[in-house]
């Protein structure tokens, strides 16, 4: 059966997912969510860091014309840098996505700018980068199969004249599974897999090596739905480091998030952290 394969970045996103998201250990964190009558999504971010006490924040204001296929991204960080992006998706031809954003410092001056392209069809997703500040231009492609995947991304430096980096990726995923390996540069190796064993129980694993310093990781993760309302997630790696964390819904619309980070190999030296999230979205 015929479908649209992901793109290169998103290979093996539900192995990472179940190891990044529901951690916020090292900091408090604030997340809200709103969309006014005029269909403008608003969100709020704000973080405080609990080693530095360094409080960072996000602004981000999103507005779509379905009419004419486009999406207006701006966003505005707590260290004064705007972030503007425009997409528009499926206009010039079916399956093909362009964006273009960038960064602006008022204060300095400084600015950057990237275009994006993206081309998805059946059994095929190709993206290209080109980052206007360098000229530096990225591009991957993944061709899909009977739910076998393959890609790869290469970098190419218009100065030097030469390629810069290669990440290489074959992988299979299905509805309840998912397998993903990579090679970066020839020396850093990954494989993942993420597995939904049933409604309420996900796992998942990830291996790294580096055949320069030949050294590896090995980690575990999972996620168990206690009911509607609250999950618990756990995962521990090669060095020691065993993290927990639990998600409630208190209300509709509110979520609270706690988590912990361990030093399991030692434990009295200390090192541990504790993390609290809140989302709120009406």
Known sequence: M???PPCFSDLGKNARDIFSKGYNYGQVKVE?????KQDVEIKLNGSSNNENSRVDGVLEGKMKIPDYGVTIT???KSDNTICPEITVEN??????KLTLDGTFQPMTGNKTGRIKTAYKRD???LNADVDLNSLNVTGAAVVGYNGWLAGCQVGFNSGKGAVQNSHFAVGYASNDFTLHSNVRNGEDFGCSLHQRVNPDLELGVDVAWNSGSNSSNFALASKYV????SSVRTKVNSKGEAAFGYTRTLREGVTATFSTKLQATNFSAGGHKLGMGLEFEA
């Open 74 to 76: 701006d966003k505005w």
């Open 2 to 4: 015929s479908a649209v």
């Open 123 to 125: 059994n095929l997703h």
């Open 91 to 96: 206009q010039l031809l079916d399956g093909l």
């Open 226 to 229: 206690l009911d509607k309302d």
């Open 32 to 36: 809200l969510k709103t969309k006014t």
